[in-house]
């Protein structure tokens, strides 16, 4: 099975994230997994990514930290993921290895599309296609940026933004690489997290 998911972190991690974890995983259906915490001191953060990584080692998942490039080298995760006040690919591929996965996010902007191509990221990250629960003010992106970003690059690309089961294929067709999802993974009310992973073929 071709993985296609970049799976993204809960906002807060409490005690039976890392055995649901271990359950997503298993699908065998997730690229990149992505520690966002906004509000955790690095100590803590630190704390839990080497327990996350553990997981994502044992699933051959590549690990990446969103934001901070201090804690994916101290943990030596697989890369780190830069919003637009995060600093620069350059200075992330100084304080991290070569090989290291570094991303980017590049809203629905063609000029940080471009922007970002000259810095040679690994992946560029667009959106937000739909309604998100995790960036509920995120501007929406136009769905015909995915081919016009696709004729300016090979770059893969990550679809973002409020992507569930009723709607992820319409990404796909498109040619979207990894699809992001969070909130219908971990917050859904209806299905636990093991159950939610099932519903993206």
């Not at 969070?182 to 093991?194: C, D, E, F, G, V």
């Amino acid at each position: 099975m071709r993985k296609f998911l970049y799976l993204i972190s809960p906002k807060v991690i409490n005690i039976n994230f890392y055995e649901d974890l271990e359950d997503v995983l298993s699908s065998g259906k997730v690229k990149y997994f992505q520690l966002r915490l906004k509000k955790y001191e690095s100590s803590k953060l630190i704390k839990i990514a080497k327990k996350i990584k553990k997981i994502t080692k044992k699933f051959k998942v590549k690990f990446i930290i969103n934001d901070y490039a201090q804690v994916a080298k101290k943990v030596n995760a697989d890369g780190c993921h830069l919003g637009q006040s995060d600093g620069s690919i350059k200075n992330a591929r100084k304080l991290l290895k070569k090989n290291k996965v570094i991303g980017i996010t590049c809203h629905g902007s063609k000029r940080l599309i471009i922007n970002a191509i000259k810095q040679k990221p690994n992946y560029i990250a667009i959106g937000s296609f739909f309604k998100s629960k995790l960036k509920p003010n995120a501007k929406k992106a136009q769905k015909s940026l995915v081919k016009w970003t696709k004729q300016k690059t090979s770059l893969p690309i990550v679809g973002i933004g409020g992507v569930d089961n009723r709607n992820y294929k319409s990404l796909r067709k498109l040619g979207v690489n990894y699809l992001a999802i969070s909130s219908y993974i971990w917050n859904n009310p209806r299905l636990k997290p093991r159950k939610a992973i099932k519903k993206f073929n």
